[in-house]
């Protein structure tokens, strides 16, 4: 799994590293710039459509992180192949993705049939599954499909890389939370936390990658655990903490388990190869 995964990264260099920071902070920068012109000259956003309302930000969040990389690799003539973006091993990602993200949908919908959750509508949940599919599906391409792989150009240490790639897709998130008031720094506490669980999930989403070298089942993975946070059921008042003590424990329990995975990959990798010598 990994071996292949190295031999891949290995073709990257400096110049390659340079050029991907510098499209993360193009995101990011872009990002800050949008948002401060439609506060300069906001728009009505309570008169547009709800569909409107939903999915203007994702939309503008993928044209600034995609089409930027459409245009590096069109350029350098690497290619989408080159992010994992392609049909070899398609139905193994599809399968790995949808058995990981058991997991989240499995505390998706405890608290729905413990607490007594009301369906918000299909209308409700296909904008919302939507939405998150956009949100997700940028960062995939920006961060571990583009990002992560071409890090290695910067360092001999693969783990140097890969802490360099959960860092920057940390604080990409910083001032959108910030801004919208999720974070704050007079909650210390919880500033912290949220940035480990940005930088643990950096972590998780590139080991999934690495198994086929697909975005597929990282974004599969993605969307799933993201898309049991959005509001698409409706608690009473007095059960409303608790479901979100659920969503809480979701990230640990994957984490775990995409740790257990990679534990039994690794150990049957080495008895293959250790076979394989004898």
């Not at 209308?123 to 939405?131: E, S």
């Not at 599906?137 to 890389?161: C, I, N, P």
């Amino acid at each position: 799994m990994d071996s292949s995964y190295k031999q891949e990264v290995k073709r990257y260099g400096k110049k390659d590293a340079i050029i991907a920071v510098c499209a993360v902070l193009f995101f990011v920068a872009i990002v800050e710039i949008y948002e401060a012109i439609l506060y300069i000259t906001p728009i009505e956003l309570e008169a547009l459509p709800y569909i409107v309302r939903r999915l203007e930000w994702p939309i503008m969040k993928s044209v600034f992180s995609i089409v930027p990389i459409v245009i590096i690799l069109s350029v350098t003539k690497q290619g989408l192949v080159s992010i994992g973006i392609h049909k070899e091993n398609l139905w193994r990602g599809v399968r790995l993705g949808i058995m990981l993200s058991l997991i989240p949908i499995l505390w998706g919908i405890l608290p729905m049939a413990l607490y007594g959750g009301i369906f918000g509508g299909f209308g409700l949940f296909t904008v919302l599954l939507i939405r998150t599919f956009m949100m997700a599906a940028a960062e995939d391409v920006l961060f571990v499909g583009f990002l992560q792989t071409r890090l290695s150009g910067f360092f001999k240490s693969g783990k140097l890389a890969l802490c360099l790639g959960a860092a920057l897709f940390s604080l990409m998130h910083v001032p959108p939370w910030l801004r919208t008031g999720q974070l704050s720094f007079d909650n210390l506490p919880h500033f912290g936390i949220m940035i480990m669980i940005w930088f643990t999930m950096h972590f998780v989403l590139v080991a999934v990658y690495r198994r086929y070298k697909s975005l597929i089942p990282v974004t599969i993975l993605h969307v799933a655990v993201n898309f049991i946070s959005s509001s698409w059921w409706v608690f009473a008042d007095d059960y409303v903490g608790y479901a979100q003590s659920w969503n809480a424990t979701t990230w640990p329990s994957l984490i775990i388990a995409v740790s257990v995975w990679m534990f039994i990959l690794r150990r049957r990798d080495k008895k293959a190869r250790l076979s394989s010598e004898s």
